[in-house]
C-alpha cells in the first residue's frame, strides 16, 4: 500500500548543490518517520538525514551536518534533502523510507518498514 519514489539525482560538479524528493503513497492516516540513506559501491548503507513524522525532531549524520537539510510536506506525502557543498564522498545511492513510529527518527536501516528504489546522485572532483 505505500510507495516511496525518489527523484533529483545526477551528476554535480564538488561545490555544487541537488535536491532529492521522495514522493510517497499511502501514508495518509499513520505516523511515519522519513530518512535518507546512502549506499557507496562496496560499502555499507548508512544513515543521512531524518525527520519525524511531526517535524519537530531532525537528524543528521556528522559527515553532511550544515550542508545538508531534509524537510517534509506531509499535505504533499513528499520528502526532501537538500544538499549543498557536494563533495565527491557524497557519490552514492540516495534511498528514501518510510519509519512507522510513534515519534522520533532511527538511524538504522532495519527500524525502517517501506523503501524507494533509489536516485543516484555523483559529485565529480
Known sequence: QVQLVESGGGLVQAGGSLRLSCAASGLTGSRYAMSWFRQAPGKERVFVAGISWDEIIRTYANSV???????????KNTVYLQMNSLEPEDTAVYNCAADRTEAGVN???GAYDYWG?????????
Not at 551536518?65 to 499535505?75: E, L, P, Q, V
Not at 528504489?117 to 572532483?125: D, E, F, K, L, P
Open 65 to 75: 551536518k550544515g550542508r545538508f537539510t531534509i524537510s517534509r510536506d506531509n499535505a
Open 117 to 125: 528504489q533509489g536516485t543516484q546522485v555523483t559529485v565529480s572532483s
Open 107 to 109: 538511524t538504522r536501516a
